[in-house]
């Protein structure tokens, strides 16, 4: 089993100091992976279900915070959970990610995509919210593509992207492609995990057969269900027996979120839960 953290700039925020400690201590302690989720954009009334999101909530940029960790640190991985590909056109983002990549010495690797829930949200970034499923299974191929892409140059025609010739240089660090895996909770989610992803991360308040179901449906349309990684989310007081139980389900990866904003307190819980698991 692999451990994630993710750092959440709602809660924690945006000062500098504080997101570069967080990242030392999370390093330091032996996590696998560091995950920031992203808003492009909130307004008034904004709610996920019964959810609601203040519009003041500084959703930092996701790709530039990562770009800043990997700065500040040598060996975690860089993820986001999720980054919502609709509203980013892809040839730019190919380029933003695999310069991410080759700055951070190649940890750019768990990249997590969602379509996002919001429709004033797709609004304001000019995206049709009743295609963002296809507008993202669609950007998913030309990621890929470009990255791939040598100097003779890749076309595209689709419904929502098209080019002719194009190189995108510098690539992902040692690898042809970056993994791109699919959060969301849909069974449209689960079944773009297995048919376009590397890895599968729901998210929301499922119920165990709900999620049991959905990873079935995930593996049941990926060409290749053996190698299709399974993230979930956890919480820092769980048991080894909670962990156990998520391994027998298939999952591969836990990601965690400290319950405290306090330096001192959110470390002693990263070490704590470190400790118990083995991992510095």
């Known amino acids: 089993m692999k451990f994630g953290i993710s750092y959440s700039t709602p809660f924690f ?3 500098p100091e504080t997101i570069a400690g967080f990242a030392r201590d999370a390093e330091e302690c032996g996590f696998e992976s560091l995950y920031l989720p992203e808003h492009v ?3 008034p009334g904004a709610k996920i279900g019964p959810m609601a999101l203040p519009p003041s909530l500084p959703y930092a940029d996701p790709l530039e915070c990562l770009s800043f960790v990997a700065a500040v640190t040598s060996r975690i991985l860089l993820g986001t959970g999720v980054l919502l590909l609709p509203y980013h056109h892809p040839v730019v983002l190919a380029k933003r990610l695999a310069t991410v990549d080759v700055l ?3 940890r ?3 990249l997590t995509v969602g379509v996002g829930a919001l429709p004033g949200e797709a609004q304001a970034a000019g995206v049709d919210f009743a295609t963002r499923g296809r507008r993202t299974d669609e950007a998913i191929d030309v ?5 791939a ?3 003779e140059g890749v076309s595209f025609a689709g419904e929502f992207f098209s080019f002719e010739g194009v190189c995108s240089f ?5 690898v042809r492609e970056l993994p791109i895996h699919v959060g969301g909770s849909s069974a449209a989610a689960a079944r773009r995990a297995g048919r376009c992803g590397d890895g599968y991360f729901p998210g929301g308040a499922l119920t165990a057969d709900e999620r049991r179901r959905q990873f079935e449906l995930a593996r049941a349309t990926a060409s290749d269900p053996g190698n299709l990684q399974y ?3 956890g919480t820092l007081d769980m048991s080894t027996a909670d962990v156990e139980e998520l391994a027998r389900q298939g999952v591969t990866r836990i990601v965690v979120t400290p319950a405290s904003a306090e330096p001192g307190r959110r470390r002693d819980e990263m070490a704590g839960f470190a400790g118990r698991f083995g991992l510095s």
């Open 149 to 151: 892409g040598g100097e």
């Open 143 to 147: 990621l890929r593509l470009l990255w």
């Open 13 to 15: 925020g945006t000062d």
């Open 108 to 110: 750019m690797r768990l």
């Open 170 to 174: 510098p690539k992902p660090l040692g």
């Open 41 to 43: 954009a909130l307004y």
């Open 104 to 106: 951070s010495g190649g």
């Open 231 to 233: 993230t979930r989310w």
